[in-house]
C-alpha cells in the first residue's frame, strides 16, 4: 500500500485547511488509517484515526476542530482542520494497518506510511 498526502500550506492563525490522504488501494480492506504530525525537535505524535468501519478517534488536542473522514470511494482519507493555531504547525503523515485496534495513541502497528504533508500556521 502507498500512500501519498496532499493538502499542506501555510495558513494564519483560525484559518481552516484540508488534508487527503490517497492510498494505491481502491479499498482499504479492512485497514486503520491514521494522520500523525510531528514538529521540528518534538516527537510525533498521533491526530486521528478512522476503522474500516468508520469508527473516528481524536487526540484531545484536536478534538472539536479537526474531522477525519473517508470519502465515497474508500481510496481517500479527508482530515479537515478548522481554527488552526501555531501549535498545529507540523508534518502530518498519514498512517496504515491492517491489525486489531484503531487507534493513534501509538504509532507502533502503524505499517505503511506516507511521505508527508507540510502544515504550518503563523499567528
Known amino acids: 500500500v502507498q500512500l501519498v498526502e496532499s493538502g499542506g500550506g501555510l495558513v494564519k492563525s483560525g484559518e481552516s485547511l484540508r488534508l487527503a490522504c490517497t492510498a494505491t488501494?481502491?479499498?482499504?480492506?479492512?485497514?486503520?488509517m491514521g494522520w500523525f504530525r510531528q514538529a521540528p525537535g518534538e516527537e510525533r505524535e498521533g491526530v486521528a484515526s478512522?476503522?474500516?468501519?468508520?469508527?473516528?478517534t481524536y487526540a484531545d488536542s484536536v478534538k472539536g476542530r479537526f474531522t477525519i473522514s473517508q470519502d465515497s470511494t474508500q481510496s481517500t482519507v479527508i482530515l479537515e482542520m478548522i481554527n488552526l493555531t501555531p501549535a498545529d504547525t507540523a508534518m502530518y503523515s498519514c498512517?496504515?494497518?491492517?491489525?486489531?485496534?484503531?487507534?493513534?495513541?501509538?504509532?507502533?502497528?502503524?505499517?505503511?506510511w506516507g511521505q508527508g504533508t507540510q502544515v504550518t500556521v503563523s499567528s
Open positions: 478512522i476503522d474500516h468501519d468508520g469508527t473516528t
Open positions: 488501494k481502491s479499498t482499504y480492506s479492512g485497514y486503520c
Open positions: 498512517a496504515a494497518h491492517s491489525g486489531w485496534g484503531c487507534t493513534v495513541k501509538t504509532d507502533e502497528q502503524f505499517v505503511y
